[in-house]
């Protein structure tokens, strides 16, 4: 976890207003998450925290480029990313349950840990099919496997029937 320690903001002392943070995210901080999607980038972000006497506002400003896979041909693919998302953090010292707008941290709390709302952000930021596309992000997919796709397309069309299931459909037509 020592990637993610310049990720932690401490709230105490902290006079109300806006207070701006910014962040490089590249491959050691996706290490720290679990997921194949997202592996690599090299990613500016810029955090406002805007303190109020009982919560917080976080606007994250994500901007750079994410490395992902392409969901056609499976080949790696280098996507631009900008995205916006705010988040609220709320002070209290009874138990709440955390919403995906609204964290809830306890009185006590002397610090905030925002490694994981921009990992989110990112995640959210990212559009729901991922291609390589020459007039979106100038690549291309690699054709011997669209090629090969299209061989095995072709090949499931022409036996659209299943023998054992027409050997099943004789039994049934021949019961009198």
Known sequence: MDALTDFIIPIVGLKLGDHPYQFQVNGQFF???DNTEL???NLDVDLVLTKRSNLMELVFRVNGQIESLCDRCGGELKLPLQHEEMRIVKFSQEDYTDTDEIFILGKDEHEIDVSHMIYETIALGLPSRRAH???L???LCDQ???E???EYQ???ESNDVDDRWSALKKLLTNKE
């Open 144 to 146: 011997e496997v669209l």
């Open 31 to 33: 290490d720290e998450f």
């Open 137 to 139: 992000n100038g690549q």
């Open 39 to 41: 592996q690599n980038g």
């Open 154 to 156: 072709d090949k499931e």
């Open 133 to 135: 596309d020459k007039s």
């Open 148 to 150: 090969k796709l299209s």
